[in-house]
């Protein structure tokens, strides 16, 4: 089989290197990639946006399966474009994309259909945005409306923060369209659990639960990033929890999709809390999430293209999706200095081959021949074991057998997981 894999950070790396295990799989195509990608997959310079561009690709190319990971292409309707011309697709269609295209929309669909999440008002017009926050209480977040990669979201800690986040999106424009509408909730308080799902309509199979760690320094302190490294399973998500969040959230997400003709069929990416009133929806992604993938897919079992296949042919509910529920996994992301604002590139990386399989490769370029760093996050270092403590010290010690100048990583990744083990 041809695979084509639409994208170009870690999450792609780590999508393609579960999806060459099956025996099936001939050629593995990435649009566009990245230097580092270009180790498992033959790396093409046609951006993930450019619907036309990766149409003609897979056209030429004789694409059997097009996997398209990131929101930009799903929003703008790749998965249609693809499967009008034939090429099965996994990943939702434009008109489901929309859960995660647009807050406004995805709000109103948790309150048309009774599933848990923030208390919000939506607003078009600025004056009456800030009139609403005169009387809230504090701190209440911010969201643009649509797509800002993934900085759309501003948590405020007084009224004056509040109506500064208000202006720079609906005035100053700083997120562009996405801030035409604003949400504004309440904020709320309790563990976060990022909890990625399969699904194909009709089934709905979660994968192992995760926990982020979005802050770019240690004790969650510094500017907040695309995610400094991930713990999986995460502990406050028990078995209890997962009930109540199948039958609350998960399913009734599904089956309202369905009810507004809008037939979810992907990866549907659940960002919960886990409230003193129960879980509530945070976010909904309508892909992978980064860098969650990291550490979810190394603990499946199950064959990815297979999964990926029966949720295409909405026959998932026939398939064993299977995760190493017994073991943990760690994901540590090595970052150039300055992230998530200002850095330098450039710099050659240096990665062991005893230790390759487990990089998934995120910001870089081929330089004279040389991987070198190209962006802000560099490289997702990933460690399965037995335990959590484990898999954590496999991870740091794989990271000290890396190097490139100017790399800077948290030194305390799935450290609040393990005090949450003990409580």
């Given at each position: ?12 790396h ?45 056209s ?23 499967t ?166 998960f ?7 369905n ?22 929806v945070?976010?909904y ?18 064959d ?7 949720v295409?042919?909405e ?15 760690c ?33 870089a370029?081929?330089?004279d021949?040389k ?28 990271v ?20 949450a083990?003990?409580?």
């Open positions: 089989m041809n695979i084509l894999v639409i994208g170009s950070g870690g999450r792609e780590a999508v393609i290197k579960s999806i060459k295990k099956n025996p099936a799989v001939e050629t593995v195509y990435c649009l566009p990639g990245n230097g580092g990608i270009a180790a498992d997959a033959t790396c093409v310079n046609i951006g993930a946006k450019d619907i036309d561009g990766i149409v003609k690709f897979a030429e190319n004789k694409i059997d399966y097009a996997v398209v990971t990131p929101d930009d292409p799903l929003v703008l309707g790749c998965v249609d474009a693809l009008a011309v034939g090429i099965p697709c996994f990943g939702p269609d434009k008109k489901a994309a929309i859960i995660e295209g647009s807050k406004a929309f995805s709000k109103d669909l948790m309150k048309k259909y009774g599933i848990p999440t923030a208390a919000y008002e939506i607003f078009d017009d600025m004056d009456k945005a800030i009139a609403y926050l005169q009387n809230k209480d504090m701190p209440i977040v911010i969201k643009a409306d649509g797509l800002a990669l993934g900085k759309g979201v501003i948590i405020a800690q007084n009224l004056a923060e509040a109506e500064e986040a208000v202006r720079s999106m609906m005035a100053d424009k700083v997120f562009g369209a996405s801030g035409d509408h604003v949400v504004i909730e309440e904020f709320l308080t309790g563990p976060e659990v990022s909890v990625l799902a399969f699904t194909d309509g009709k089934t709905l199979v979660p994968m192992v639960s995760s926990m982020d760690h979005k802050r770019a320094h240690d004790n969650d302190e510094g500017l907040n990033t695309g995610g400094m490294g991930t713990v999986a399973p995460n502990p406050y998500y028990t078995a209890d929890i997962a009930d109540v969040c199948m039958e609350t959230i399913l009734p997400t599904m089956n309202a999709m009810a507004e003709g809008r037939t979810f069929k992907g990866c549907l990416y659940f960002g919960l809390m886990l409230t003193p009133k129960g879980p509530k945070i976010e992604n309508c892909r992978f999430g980064d860098p969650e993938t990291q550490v979810v897919l190394p603990l499946l079992e199950s990815l293209l297979t999964v990926m296949q029966a295409t042919n026959t998932l509910a026939d398939v064993e999706v299977k995760f190493a529920t017994d073991q943990s996994a994901c540590v992301i090595m970052a150039s200095a300055g992230y998530p604002q200002s850095y330098e590139k450039g710099y050659e990386i240096t990665i062991p081959a005893e230790v390759a399989d487990s990089v998934y490769v995120a910001g370029a081929i330089k021949g991987l070198v760093n190209s962006g802000g996050r560099v490289l997702g270092v990933t460690s399965v074991a037995d335990t959590l403590p484990e898999a954590i010290a496999a991870s740091y010690a794989k000290e057998k890396i190097h490139f100048d100017n790399a800077f990583c948290r030194k305390d990744i799935g450290q609040r997981a393990l005090k083990m003990k409580e």
